[in-house]
């Protein structure tokens, strides 16, 4: 419907200059993201109020979770809890990074959605066949049992080859 699109984009300019002024640079596309929906998710994270939403944490959680599948060969992957419970610290728990990329996802304008969606799709396609599933998982205390990614083996840090 190409006559929606003049009012679609008149309704996002207001929020085009909120975040950034004039003379602000356009942030840094997001890794793997086309400059468009890079915008749209800079542009969320600069206006969220969520405690777990600050400039950057898309691109770090996509970071994360890439280090995190990346070691080569097919040894499985177990994501481990971080103690520290930090805004920095806590993203070495790749399900942490992987919970922040879901709020992201959820509060994106439709295109940008189904973008990022995709990508991530295809970073939850790799933790599936790299991780195990845990077969105990309900009967261990695990934070959030209801969410898939949880629902894997865990390890320890310390235990890990390599660093990620
Ligand atoms: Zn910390």
Redesign the pocket.
């Known amino acids: 419907m190409p006559r929606n699109r003049p009012g679609e984009l008149r309704a996002t300019q207001p929020l085009l200059n909120r975040p950034y002024g004039w003379d602000t640079p356009a942030p840094d596309r997001i890794h793997g993201l086309s400059a468009r929906t890079s915008l749209a998710v800079h542009r969320y994270e600069a206006l969220s109020r969520d405690h777990d939403v600050f400039p950057g944490v898309t691109d770090r959680s996509l970071r994360r979770y890439r280090a995190f599948l990346s070691p080569p060969g097919n040894r499985p992957r177990y994501p481990y809890l971080e103690e520290?419970g930090?805004r920095?610290?806590s993203f070495d728990d790749v399900r942490h990074a992987r919970d922040a990329l879901d709020t992201v996802l959820q509060e994106l304008p439709p295109r940008a959605r189904a973008e990022l969606g995709r990508l991530i799709a295809s970073l939850d396609a790799v933790y599936l066949t790299r991780t195990l599933p845990d077969p105990f998982v309900d009967s261990r205390r695990v934070w959030r049992p209801e969410v898939w990614w949880y629902r894997r083996l865990e390890g320890c840090r310390y235990a890990q080859t390599g660093t990620t």
């Open positions: 520290c930090c920095g610290c």
